[in-house]
Every structure is written in structure tokens, then in C-alpha cells.
């Protein structure tokens, strides 16, 4: 099992489309802070706004043929990071898979000491998820009236 992660600047249009139509599936766009339907032009001029960016890196994860999802690092500093992650929706039971590769990337390559994630309080999956990957809850707010919740994993606490 070969794992990539293919930067999405560096994608080529079928892969910024698919990436663009998994986005906006239903079932992934109810769990973004920002769950509006994106355009093709939108989309285009955020990748394109990367290339600029040392604070985002934003990756499709593919397993050999297979395209698995997408994991995104945002706000990175020299000791931290918030993250993003959502599997292909065609493909079940990736989220273990996107979460070690998440992780490894954050602490082995952007040798970061802390992962931050901000989950919707009754998105189970999520918080079961990162709850298993011994994320601990460090605080909870109101998101445009919808409870949120910052999750965190040290390095040291792995």
C-alpha cells in the first residue's frame, strides 16, 4: 500500500474537479464552517491562492489508483497547526488512513508539536474519529448558532 499526497497546486484540472465535487457532496459540505456550494471559479482561485500560501498546505491523498480524500494543514506555525480532513465520498473507511497520514505529515515533516482541530459538536464521526487518535476536547464555542469544538494532539502525547 503506497500512499501520495499530491499538492493541490500541482494537480491537474479532472483532480481540482473531483476534488471540487466531493467539496460539495452533501454529506461533506453539512460538516464545513463554510458549507456553501464553492464554484469552479472559486475553487480555482483558492488553489491558485496556495501558491502563495506557507501557511496552508492542502493535499488529495491517493493509495496507490485510488484517491482516499483530502487533509489540509492551515494556520501553521513553528508549533502548531490546524487541520482539515474529508475522505472521497465514493470510498468508505479511509479515515483512519487520512488521519495516520495527517498525522505523520504534521509531526514528521512539518515537525509541529501540536495538531488542532475544530469539530461541530454533533458531528460523531469526526469526534469519534480524533477521539481515537487520543485527540483531547480543549474548548467549545458557538459557530453561526451551532455548538464547535477544538480538539488537540500533542506530539508528546502520542
Not at 464545513?32 to 498546505?57: A, C, G, Q, V, W
Not at 482516499?68 to 479515515?95: K, M, Q, R
Request: aromatic share 10%; with cysteine; charged share 25%.
Amino acid at each position: 500500500m503506497s500512499i501520495q499526497l499530491l499538492n493541490f497546486t500541482k494537480l491537474d484540472v479532472t483532480q481540482k474537479e473531483m476534488i471540487l465535487s466531493w467539496r460539495n457532496h452533501s454529506d461533506i459540505r453539512q460538516w464545513m464552517l463554510h458549507p456553501n456550494t464553492i464554484s469552479m471559479d472559486e475553487h480555482m482561485i483558492f488553489i491558485e491562492s496556495l501558491k502563495n500560501r506557507s501557511d496552508n498546505r492542502y493535499f488529495l491523498v491517493q493509495r496507490d489508483d485510488e484517491y482516499l480524500g483530502v487533509i489540509d494543514f492551515t494556520a501553521i506555525t513553528e508549533d502548531s497547526a490546524e487541520f482539515g480532513i474529508y475522505g472521497n465520498p465514493n470510498v468508505h473507511g479511509v479515515g483512519k488512513i487520512l488521519m495516520v497520514t495527517l498525522i505523520d505529515y504534521a509531526f514528521t515533516t512539518l515537525h509541529i508539536s501540536k495538531l488542532i482541530a475544530t469539530v461541530f459538536s454533533d458531528n460523531e464521526k469526526a469526534k469519534h474519529l480524533y477521539t481515537s487518535f487520543d485527540f483531547t476536547q480543549t474548548n467549545r464555542n458557538l459557530y453561526h448558532n451551532r455548538e464547535i469544538i477544538t480538539m488537540e494532539l500533542c506530539h508528546d502525547n502520542r
